[in-house]
């Protein structure tokens, strides 16, 4: 059975950190490439990080540059997002997801609340 389990969230002030952790089963975690997206209320869905299968290439949305890192760690089937610098605007649902040609997983979510 197939699994992502998103976990690390909390509440933070602003200008604090937080890492998130996505645990996956079920699949060859290797060969897929990580996305880390998030969910603020009321708004869309929203691509924040990508990691490539081997963990050799990575993207950010612009406005996490310079502030999140994105890892994994595949001999632990792991994918991290290491948040920095903390803003209210961060604050959203977090979901991590597999992807690989035509096949792609989502987890469940964990909340990140950013707020004084």
């Known amino acids: 059975q197939v699994q992502l389990v998103e976990s690390g969230g909390g509440a933070v002030q602003p200008g604090g950190s937080l890492r998130l952790s996505c645990a996956a089963r079920?699949?060859?975690?290797?060969?897929?490439?990580m996305r880390w997206y998030r969910q603020a209320p009321g708004k869309e869905r929203v691509l924040v990080a990508v990691?490539?299968?081997?963990?050799?290439?990575?993207h950010y949305a612009d406005f996490v540059k310079g502030r999140f890192t994105i890892s994994r760690d595949n001999a632990e089937n792991t994918v991290y997002l290491q948040m920095n610098s903390l803003r209210p605007e961060d604050t959203a649902v977090y979901y991590c997801n597999a992807i690989r040609e035509g096949t792609t997983y989502w987890g469940q979510g964990t909340q990140v609340t950013v707020s004084s």
């Open positions: 079920g699949f060859i975690f290797s060969t897929y490439a």
């Open positions: 990691i490539g299968s081997t963990g050799r290439g990575t």
